[in-house]
């Protein structure tokens, strides 16, 4: 028994001694792992002050660093990830989850196809007002706008969805009410989602990978093809063409196909499924398409190997932000929108193309800008930035449908809530104020003061009207009576 102790004991100071060792002289060489990290500097005793010994602050940050910076650290995290992942089937890559049959999802897709992540008719409408308005302005000017929906894995596999997401209790989602609004609006749309569902039971190979967040490989020239067509018939310009010469067919996932898989970061593969991998080759119709694409990674697949091919040049914004191709610069390069308007009247063409893991961001707000650089004269009041805000910061965004599943309340009331409380709070010190923005404090202030919100409350039901609606008619009068009275 003795000799056992012993033999463990040794074991683990020799395990920590060859992670010492590792440490400061890596003499293994660690593949890295995969995902984002932000990672934390080296431990250092230089750290070290009386202050933040007794307050315990060294002690927790130095702890920190030392696990980040611990020899074959990577090692032993894939190592803990493949027992998981084999034993119990857990996968530890954040924001993604394991469904039926294997097949990884982003978690945040599920949420948008079962309506958690639907922002209200109130917000689409206004954007999708606004693209109208848009498309209208550019078409005047010879410059056509297609908004393209994008297909998403939740919706094309929602069999395959774990039963504790409840995929059979869906709700209203954006992409339900932004296809029936573009619908009504005439907006010039393409519904990839719709065309994929359609190929689901006939295309010859999987247009999703079961290891992939994004369309497959495979499925690339179909969306390509579709838009390049729908291009076409906008512009009135005939486009290169292009036509599949080869299917590749490997047994191992590759590029997107497996982005999922990759960041599961396991010791060994995933099991063997069979990838499709098209060759295309482009006819000699003359390339004279300037194109703005305003898209997420979904247009990744089709910027180099498609793109280049088909339009004369092609600007693509990632996420209305970043420039690409500088997309990991450090510090990033963003999109120049100085003379927005101008910039915009020189394209050829506008693609705004969006997955259903992005509707809830409002376009990044690619519908305002463009909107207020053609009508300079509209300032926006700072309450609805923050509500911008809030629908793109992601992690914000992921809290606030946490808290209106905890309260059972709608997503979009909750969303205006914390914007307001954000505007309130800042409110001294915003330049620039508006009317409106004085208007809006007030709605806030009624909101929080209890005897004159239950007056309001009462006047809605006398007459008969919303509360919000009550609301804004008080402000308005509160705000104009002050001001006679100066």
């Known amino acids: 028994m003795h000799k056992l102790k012993y033999t463990i004991f040794i074991f683990i100071l020799a395990t920590l001694a060859v992670s010492a060792v590792q440490y400061r002289f890596p003499v293994v060489r660690e593949s890295k792992l995969k995902g984002f990290f932000s990672k934390t500097p080296p431990p250092e005793l230089k750290y070290f002050t009386w202050k933040r010994w007794f307050s315990q602050d060294f002690q927790q940050v130095y702890q920190a660093r030392a696990n980040e910076h611990l020899g074959f650290r990577n090692s032993l995290i894939r190592i803990r990830n493949q027992y998981d992942y084999t034993f119990f089937g857990i996968i530890h890559a954040?924001?993604?989850?394991?469904?039926?049959q294997q097949c990884l999802y982003e978690e945040d897709y599920i949420h948008e196809y079962t309506g958690e992540f639907f922002i209200g008719a109130t917000a689409i409408d206004k954007k999708l007002s606004r693209l109208r308005n848009v498309r209208d302005s550019l078409r005047a000017h010879g410059v056509p706008l297609l908004l393209v929906f994008e297909p998403g894995k939740a919706s094309f596999y929602p069999e395959y969805i774990p039963g504790y997401f409840h995929p059979g209790k869906r709700t209203q989602t954006n992409y339900d009410y932004m296809l029936q609004r573009s619908k009504e609006l005439g907006l010039d749309y393409l519904d990839l989602q719709g065309y994929f569902m359609k190929m689901k039971d006939t295309s010859r190979y999987a247009l999703f990978p079961r290891n992939g967040m994004h369309w497959s490989l495979y499925a690339v020239p179909f969306a390509v093809d579709t838009l390049a067509k729908s291009i076409e018939k906008l512009s009135g310009t005939k486009l290169p063409r292009f036509k599949t010469t080869q299917l590749i067919h490997s047994d191992s996932p590759l590029g997107t196909d497996n982005d999922i898989g990759e960041l599961l970061n396991l010791v060994l593969p995933l099991n063997k499924v069979l990838g499709v991998y098209p060759l295309v080759a482009f006819d000699s119709t003359p390339k004279t398409v300037k194109l703005l694409v305003i898209a997420d990674s979904y247009y990744g697949s089709i910027v180099e190997d498609y793109g280049k091919h088909i339009f004369k040049s092609q600007d693509y914004w990632y996420y209305n932000k970043n420039l690409y191709p500088y997309l990991n610069f450090d510090p990033p390069v963003y999109a120049d929108k100085s003379n927005l308007l101008d910039k915009l009247e020189n394209y050829d063409a506008v693609v705004l193309m969006v997955s259903e893991i992005n509707?809830?961001?409002?376009?990044?707000?690619?519908?305002?800008?463009?909107?207020?650089?053609?009508?300079?004269?509209?300032?926006?009041?700072?309450?609805y930035g923050f509500e911008n805000d809030i629908r793109n910061d992601r992690s914000w965004f992921r809290f606030m449908v946490k808290k209106a599943r905890f309260q059972g309340r709608p997503l979009d009331e909750l969303i205006r809530e914390d914007a307001g409380y954000t505007f309130c709070s800042g409110y001294d010190n915003l330049p620039g104020k508006t009317y409106w923005d004085s208007i809006y404090h007030l709605t806030y202030g009624i909101r929080f003061n209890p005897e004159w919100f239950a007056q309001v409350t009462q006047k809605a039901k006398d007459r008969k009207i919303s509360l919000d609606s009550m609301m804004l008619l008080d402000a308005i009068y509160s705000y104009d009576q002050s001001k006679k009275k100066q």
């Open 94 to 100: 954040e924001g993604f989850v394991m469904g039926r």
């Open 359 to 383: 509707l809830h961001c409002g376009f990044w707000n690619f519908a305002d800008e463009a909107f207020i650089a053609f009508h300079p004269e509209v300032k926006d009041p700072f309450v």
